[in-house]
């Protein structure tokens, strides 16, 4: 049905001039961006919670639009972070349905 759970991979997203795409998380905020992912087949997606950084953590339910799907990142430290957005690779999950 196309529902899959989503993985950042080590690799990180770049601009058309081939830098990477680096944002900075306030201090101990919530923060919704669009992450960049591999699949463009997929359309619905769970990231389950990630650790991209020690205390920077991931877990949203999305929606994969034009290549992206928006995620709130939450930073826990008590200063900003410095963080290249990485790609997400995309798994299909299996959907079990109790009757």
Known sequence: MGDVRLQFDDKVSTD???KP???ILKARCE???????KSKELKFGLIRKTELL???MAETL??????GCLTSILNMYDEDVSL???L???EEL???IKQ
């Open 88 to 90: 997400v690779n995309l």
């Open 54 to 56: 020690p205390g920077v």
């Open 62 to 67: 999305t929606v994969v639009r034009e290549g």
């Open 84 to 86: 290249s957005l990485p």
């Open 31 to 37: 923060t919704v961006v669009k992450v960049p992912i």
């Open 21 to 23: 795409i680096r944002i």
């Open 16 to 18: 058309e001039t081939g």
């Open 94 to 96: 299996t959907l079990k």
